[in-house]
């Protein structure tokens, strides 16, 4: 491996600060890894072509930012930690990475969205994007919608559909027009927490269903029915938040079947349907007549595009579009505009493309860092089972302390007194860029390493 290091004086920078930037880069594209144990300070002199006083410097500055640790007796090692105590805001908001906010990154759609507006604006005029009447044409959009969602598995028609401002908001509609004030709603174990966030706001209870390595347990459902008498089930099966299962069409249909039976109307959240692309066919395909299929575009084009689509039983279609006209008045129809755009221009289905190789790519890289992570289809968040050598609380503290966060299983908890398994969701698209990404993964890596080890770092100046 070729680390041997040309050091150039770029912008006037003293050679030893040029040389911590060098093996920063270094471990970042992976010629360093964590653990890694560096030469002698000697051999490092002759590498990067200076003196050993130069190296002693910059080392001692590595060891500051966390790039290097030392273990006494036995030399200093490669860290992927950054410290962040003593930077100032503006050095510590460049180095955090976070993996907490399960979003999608812009860059690898950036062009094709561009010139999706572009084109766009030439055909209809930018300016049309702030008219009142831009939901005009809203049955064009509605037939575009169900050929869309038929090409997914979940067989629409026109008439089936309603327009909304993204899931979080046909969440809110469905909430409102089957549940009432201290209803419960079953759901899993650990859940979105945008679940919790509706279900406070509208008074009802969030009711646990015991879970296997395949999400919700069709025996459980059943008792847990019989437990609590009730009506509605809240359904993640595709790229489920945070766990990042996928249930098998064996599964949707044990609890289709269990739905049918006990007449429980079902709100099937399936947002990452598009990139995770699982194949089997959705509650609302098996369980028509009782399921409102939620849909949209923020986890396979950009989080930012807010527009969805509810797929639900016609003789509900009425009220529910009031209460999703109650939630949000203007119909979001400049997103609606633009996905036939899109399609006219062939762009749609590079977006898609695009992000879910990126996705898959990030999520090779999550698996070179910490194989233990799981994701069983393609997306941008991932679930990492956490034990006693390292609690998730713990992870998430030691880890924000060197700038990275992630997400602890707890906060997704449907009912905070009931067990749940113990880890956290890792969000891989907040990072832009994926050598930030990587540099987040390493630093967990590390962690993990350390507490199955044994090993502390220590703050001391390095090993000469």
Known sequence: MDTTFTLDSTGGKPKFQRMVELLEAAIVD??????????????LAVRFGVTIGTVSKAMSEAVRRGIVETRVGSGTFVSAQRKMEGLGPIEAAERAVNLSLNVLPIAPVGGLLEAAMAAHAKRSGSVQMFSYAEARGIERYLRTAAAWLTTLGTPAEAGQLVLTGGVHHGLLAAFQILLQPGDPVLCDPLCYTGFRRIALLRGVQLTPVAADAEGMRPDSLEQTIRARGARVLLAN??????????QSGERRAQIAAVCRRHDLKVIEDAISVPLADPGAPSLATLIPERTIHLTGWSKSIASGFRLGYAC????????YQEAVLGAQWFAPGYYAELIESMQAEGLLEQCIQAQRAEASARQKLLRSWLPTAVSAGIGYHAWLPCGEELPSQELCELAGSQGVSVSAGHHFASDPDAAIPDGVRISMGSCEERAKLQQGLAALSNLLAQAKSGQRLLGTAPAV
Not at 237 to 246: E, G
């Open 30 to 43: 992976g010629r360093w890894r964590p653990g890694d144990r560096l030469p002698s300070n000697r051999e």
């Open 237 to 246: 099966p595709v790229l489920q938040n945070p766990l990042a299962t996928v």
């Open 312 to 319: 639900l039983p016609e003789s509900w279609r009425s009220s």
